[in-house]
């Protein structure tokens, strides 16, 4: 039965490959006895390679992230400054594209609805992806509310659909908090944590400035589970 799956599962991708005719030696190396897990990373490799590359808009164009103004500056970053919840997130969506989902999710707030959620359900809101990337841009300033801090960090998403190797790009916004020293919190609280991920909002445009119109935003669970 396993070897009928792992069959099928190669199916589709000799079909890519058979376009300049390499499905033949991937037959050939099965038949003499080739490790089918090997066979298939080496077939799904070509066939990558024959697919559309990965093109993000650069910033500043449209389906870009804003154009920062003013570079971070180099050497260590306060954990605690925006600058350091931006790590956060560029390491939340480092972990997405290793497919390490389930230390993912430990970035978010765990009292939080997606952190508190079981880890089949969290991974199952990515499987519609091949692969995840992400371009991270400058947080705002922190804001202050009921004795925590807020910062939200633009973020160019882009990978591959996992159905057909199409690929896709979409502007998000990830909000942050953390709890501020204040008597009685605790160590985690006073961490970054991932509050809520959403379509990115441009900054408002002063009335008679003739911007143009953002694009669209594609949420990164469209087609796939639904919430619990």
């Keep these: 039965m396993r070897a009928g799956i792992r069959t099928a599962i190669l ?7 058979a376009c300049d005719g390499r499905e033949e030696s991937a037959i050939d190396n099965l038949a003499n006895g080739a490790n089918s897990t090997q066979v298939e990373n080496n077939v799904r490799a070509e066939a990558m390679a024959l697919m559309e590359p990965l093109n993000p808009p650069a910033p500043g164009t449209p ?6 103004p ?8 306060d954990p605690d400054s925006a600058e350091g919840a931006a790590q956060v997130v560029q390491g939340y969506y480092g972990l997405l594209e290793e497919k390490r989902f389930e230390d993912a999710q430990d970035l978010w707030d765990p009292e939080g609805a997606i952190g508190a959620q079981d880890d089949a359900h969290f991974e199952a809101r ?4 091949g692969e995840i990337h992400a371009n991270i841009g400058a947080p705002s300033d922190p804001e202050g509310a009921a004795g925590s801090s807020y910062v939200t960090v633009p973020v160019q998403v882009y990978g591959r659909i996992k159905t057909n190797g199409k690929p896709f790009y979409t502007l ?12 009685g919190s605790t160590e985690t609280q006073r961490r970054w ?35 619990p």
Excluded: C, W
């Design 11 to 17: 199916l589709p991708l000799l079909l890519v490959a």
């Design 63 to 68: 389906g870009g992230l804003p154009v920062d």
């Design 70 to 77: 003013a570079p971070l500056a180099e050497g260590s970053i």
């Design 126 to 129: 990515f499987r519609g992806f």
């Design 172 to 183: 998000r916004q990830v909000l942050l908090r953390r709890v501020n020293d204040v008597p």
């Design 193 to 227: 944590h991932i509050e809520s991920i959403a379509a990115y909002v441009p900054p408002k445009v002063p009335a008679g400035d003739n911007a143009a119109e953002p694009p669209k935003a594609i949420s990164m669970t469209d087609g796939m589970a639904d919430k």
